[in-house]
């Protein structure tokens, strides 16, 4: 998992001001280090299916969080995708 200090940097990076932090640009960061997390996590444990089922559902509900920021402001959703260097 992430250790705190690199949860508090993703934090200080996406955070909108000073005590920001459940907005969904930092859930979506949080969520991508996870992601990175699990992927890296998988690679050495191929029969891990639970930890698998989690990493599933953990970019479904980042993908949703990306179409919503989509959704109501494009430019933010612009700099998150290049910021944690996402495909789409």
Known sequence: MLNKEVKTSLIGKFRKHEKDTGSSEVQVAL???RINY???????HK???SSRRGLIVLV?????????????????YKSVIDSLKLRK
Do not use: V
């Open 31 to 33: 969520m991508t280090g």
């Open 38 to 44: 699990l992927t890296e996590h998988l690679k050495i």
């Open 60 to 76: 479904g509900k980042r993908r949703s969080l990306l179409d919503y920021i989509k959704k109501t402001d494009f430019e933010k």
């Open 47 to 49: 029969k891990d299916h």
